[in-house]
């Protein structure tokens, strides 16, 4: 399919704290355009893409953003693992297919880091420490309970047993496929989180997993990158990757 031209002037219904939503229809077919905000997130007044809070600007910080959404989303569609992404018309809009959201977040940890430390784990765990093989959570999609984390019975309440099946996998191959060239690079992918969306289309009670997509972000809004012991920014993950901030076309 043909990538959507975005609308010239976004009517936006949805204005948040790294990115602002607008909603439009091509050829029949419902799509958002995504134009992403020098926002930096983070807690206590630190930048770190676990916290929920917007924590300072930082000029192209929005254009650095999107420039990682196309990278990783085609790097993710190569891979084998369906996006919503549809394409990049400017430096700061990313279109993509609109879905039904799943209000679940879904996190996958190759290191001890953030929330994990904190929570209170099982066992003593360091700051950075690797697990023998990564870590799938789910969380509940609400920054009013600080996303509070869902056991295997509740989040049976959002996605289907074969959904989450299906999600499961995905995160892993993600996990794969983005580590790859940040290992070529010497940086290291610690943890992510991602959302899934179901398609638009067919019969509305279905769940079928082929009609899950990988949606919102992969950026460090939604991710983070260190090298040795330090996280790295947006634009340090761009430069370590080769990502260019201007559109690729």
Known sequence: M??????????FSYRGKT???AAFASRGRRFLLLRFKDNLLGRAGRPDSGGNEVVGTRAGKGAASAAMCEYFFKKFEAGGIPTHFRGRPSRTDVV???TRRIGVEFICRNRAWGSYLSRGAKRRVR????FGRPVVEYTLKSDMLDDPLLD???????ATSRELAAIRSAML?????????CRRAGIELVDFKAEFGRRF???SSSRAPSRLLLIDD?????ARFFKGRRLLCHFEVCKALGIPLAKSG
């Open 2 to 11: 043909k990538n959507p031209a975005a609308p010239a002037r976004p009517v």
């Open 19 to 21: 990115k602002d939503v």
């Open 96 to 98: 993509v297919e609109k």
């Open 127 to 130: 700051a950075l420490e690797a």
């Open 152 to 158: 295997s019975k509740q989040i049976l309440s959002h």
């Open 173 to 181: 191959k993600m996990n794969r496929v983005a580590r790859a060239p």
């Open 201 to 203: 289309g067919g019969k």
């Open 218 to 222: 992969f950026s460090c809004d939604t």
